[in-house]
């Protein structure tokens, strides 16, 4: 949709394909854009799914019968067991005043022998709360978040999910929006500062997720005000602690918060139903699926040069040493056979249990 050049190489696949899209509610707006534009214009099978649909993005997919919505009310009536698991009371909502106050309430639990998932919305407080729990409480976190190289995250993403499986021992894992999304935890106690409806109600869907402690438990859910907006939008924020409050310190449902949800969500724009794939004429200009700023590069740590350069040489795969790092730590002098879209980071800003880290926080290690 944005003249990529491996999309457009995989363009015929879709005469004999049906499309799944995950996790739709996380589209950004332009992301979103070309999901409409790609609706109205190939004639394929495609199945979208979400748990936090905001009611002006579900109307736009469903209007003009792009897309159908289900379950329907009819349909309903034969998902009993679901409109069960809808309702029932798996939540205490609960709120702190800062993330001070969270870290003695991580530490309690922690103590207590429960399991903590805490979420925030950046990498850098990732960080800095994994190192406060260690230096003021003696407790070693599970840290996860996009800043890894890719063969470490995915050894801490199989550390985090292995954590949570079992009940018998006490783990804590501090990690970032990256939990949202295809990482099945279930957390006794889900401590998270405040953020979008839809990323809240992801979080949230974290805790008491499969009901293990008993029909009886309620998970902690303890929310508190992010000591700065970013990378959200005042707007987003303030919508959230309206959705927030209407949900008030009780027992809660994954229904209640559904409903709330379709409330408080802030109405969007429509799709203007343009790609460059459609619209740009003689010139196949590449362009940008994602809307945001490109704060983050592509990038492999010195110290792994002599493997990658026997990797490319070996023509093998070299995705296990790239890692995503503020673009201010990706410059300096490359040696000539490298992919150009990489840069080099220092090692010394990497720990393989924390990530990435700015001068800044290595500083105060």
């Known amino acids: 949709m944005e003249h990529g ?5 995989l363009l015929p696949v879709l005469a004999d394909s049906a499309v799944i899209i995950d996790e739709v509610h996380s589209f950004d707006r332009n992301m979103f854009d070309n999901l409409i534009c790609f609706l109205r214009t190939f004639d394929v099978p495609v199945l979208c799914m979400t748990a936090t649909l905001p009611p002006s993005r ?3 997919l469903t209007r003009d019968k792009l897309l159908r919505l289900y379950p329907t009310e009819d349909e309903r009536k034969d998902l009993a067991d679901l409109e069960e698991k809808e ?3 798996r939540y205490q909502l609960e709120f702190t005043g800062d993330e001070n106050s969270a870290l003695m309430i991580a530490a309690e639990e922690y103590n207590a022998g429960n399991r903590v998932l805490w979420v925030v919305n950046t990498v850098k407080r ?3 709360i994994a190192r406060l729990l260690k230096q003021q409480h003696s407790i070693s976190s599970l840290v996860y978040h996009s800043r890894f190289r890719l063969q470490d995250r995915k050894d801490r993403h199989k550390d985090t999910v292995e954590a949570f499986k079992q009940t018998s021992e006490a783990k804590i894992a501090v990690t970032t929006q990256v939990c949202e999304m295809s990482l099945d935890l279930d957390a006794d106690v889900l401590i998270t500062e405040r953020a979008p409806i839809s990323s809240l109600v992801q979080r949230f869907g974290r805790a008491n997720r499969h009901l293990v402690r008993g029909e009886d438990f309620r998970a902690r859910l303890i929310v508190y005000k992010p000591e700065s907006r970013h990378p959200y939008s005042e707007n987003e924020l303030t919508a959230a602690a309206a959705f927030l409050n209407d949900l008030g310190a009780k027992d809660i449902s994954q229904r209640l918060m559904a409903e709330k949800l379709e409330l408080h969500t802030p109405l969007q724009r429509d799709a203007d139903g343009s790609a460059r794939f459609l619209e740009g004429g003689y010139y196949a ?3 940008a699926f ?3 700023d490109a704060f983050t590069v592509p990038a492999i740590l010195d110290k792994d040069l002599p493997d990658l350069k026997k990797r490319l040489d070996a023509k093998d795969t070299y995705d296990a040493l790239v890692l995503n790092v503020p673009e201010k730590f990706a410059k ?3 040696p000539g056979w490298m992919p150009k879209y990489l840069g ?8 393989p249990q924390l990530g990435f880290m700015t001068e800044e926080e290595e500083t105060n290690q």
């Not at 050049?5 to 190489?9: K, Q, S």
């Open 285 to 287: 200009t590449p362009g």
């Open 58 to 60: 579900r109307d736009e």
């Open 332 to 334: 300096g002098e490359r």
């Open 126 to 128: 990732c960080q800095r």
């Open 290 to 292: 994602r809307d945001i």
């Open 344 to 351: 080099i980071a220092s090692e010394r800003f990497y720990d």
């Open 87 to 89: 309702k029932h009371l």
């Open 5 to 9: 050049y491996t999309g457009l190489c």
